[in-house]
């Protein structure tokens, strides 16, 4: 895997401007904040983003992936405000779960999730080596 930054450009924080990458892909449906039985357990937004990102690595360990394996990361938001105000409890919730690994990544605000209680959506690819 590469981190493609091209020279001279600023270093962007807590993503990468673009991965290059092969090997075996695996695509990660988009997971939201409720736990493996389908039940919410908090509506608070840094819960359920780390609720999220907890079942992105269950789902890539079935395919024998780790965090370090994902590439890119979109991130659906139903209030930018509210995702914003969470940066400090993300970060925390990320570098516990994912590490200190930054992929690409989009985060967009949506008007609506099919889930109702569901604040935030977040999407993976993930590549192993070879």
Known sequence: ????????????????????????????????????????????????VRQALQNIVAVLAEAGALPEHIVRMNWYVLDKKEYVAAYPQIGVAYREIIGKHFPAMTAVQVAGLIEDRARVEIEVTAVLPG
Do not use: K
């Open 1 to 48: 895997m590469q981190v493609l930054q091209p020279a001279g450009w600023a270093r962007p924080r807590g993503y990468a401007n673009g991965i290059a990458a092969s090997g075996r892909t695996v695509y990660v449906s988009g997971m939201i904040g409720w736990d493996a039985q389908g039940q919410f357990h908090t509506d608070d937004f840094a819960g359920q």
